[in-house]
T-cell receptor, first 114, second 111 residues
Framework: SAVISQKPSRDICQRGTSLTIQCQVD?????MFWYRQQPGQSLTLIAT?????????ESGFVIDKFPISRPNLTFSTLTVSNMSPEDSSIYLC???????????FGQGTRLTVV | RKEVEQDPGPFNVPEGATVAFNCTYS??????FFWYRQDCRKEPKLLMS???SGNEDGRFTAQLNRASQYISLLIRDSKLSDSATYLC???FGGGADGLTFGKGTHLIIQP
């Protein structure tokens, strides 16, 4: 398994501002991912955080809006930029310890944009 | 195309009953399959992996049908604490792309 610490756990932000979410893992992992879960919906993959290179974004998500850093194998950040109320959601950090294996999740960041 | 389809429910089931969910997936080359449980306002947590031969963990049984591209979850002797949303999850290819989640099936166990 993996222990993942994600913070902040929640925040209320003004529109037009940015929020950076941090994800710390207790061991080195190759694969880290960022998901979004909008109210009443399932999880949608935002991007794969790649160590030492640019993140790989899914369709509908762009680097300017969701810049991601991955400076090492245990840490990643996701920034939600120039926020609008539509960005209100839960953001989840996730890791896989190997191909075809299960994912482990951080506790999530509940973001409300007002 | 990466799609995972589930009946959203809710399934209202009396305590002690048996309940089953199905989930269909779009890509026959999919590599791995999981059921996750998500409680309200919490992160998803792995309930069980789903193996080709089927597998059981206590009151929970998972089965995979590759020919028909569906997986199932059976819960026997349901408890009040089983009330949650159950997410069907598929790894479509190699892990590097992350997992694809179904929208979840909402289960309510009634006393």
């Amino acid at each position: 398994s993996a222990v993942i610490s994600q913070k902040p756990s929640r925040d209320i932000c003004q529109r037009g501002t940015s929020l950076t979410i941090q994800c710390q893992v207790d061991s080195q992992v190759t694969m880290m991912f960022w998901y979004r879960q909008q109210p009443g919906q399932s999880l949608t993959l935002i991007a794969t955080a790649n160590q030492g290179s640019e993140a790989t974004y899914e369709s509908g998500f762009v680097i300017d809006k969701f810049p991601i850093s991955r400076p090492n194998l245990t840490f990643s950040t996701l920034t939600v930029s120039n926020m609008s109320p539509e960005d209100s959601s839960i953001y989840l950090c996730s890791v896989n310890k190997g191909l075809y294996t299960e994912a482990f999740f951080g506790q999530g960041t509940r973001l409300t944009v007002v | 195309r990466k799609e995972v389809e589930q009946d959203p429910g809710p399934f209202n089931v009396p305590e002690g009953a048996t309940v089953a969910f199905n989930c269909t997936y779009s890509n026959s080359a999919s590599q791995s399959f999981f059921w996750y449980r998500q409680d309200c306002r919490k992160e998803p947590k792995l309930l069980m992996s789903v193996y080709s031969s089927g597998n059981e963990d206590g009151r929970f049984t998972a089965q995979l049908n590759r020919a028909s591209q569906y997986i199932s979850l059976l819960i026997r002797d349901s408890k009040l604490s089983d009330s949650a949303t159950y997410l069907c999850v598929v790894n479509f290819g190699g892990g590097a792309d992350g997992l694809t989640f179904g929208k979840g099936t909402h289960l309510i166990i009634q006393p």
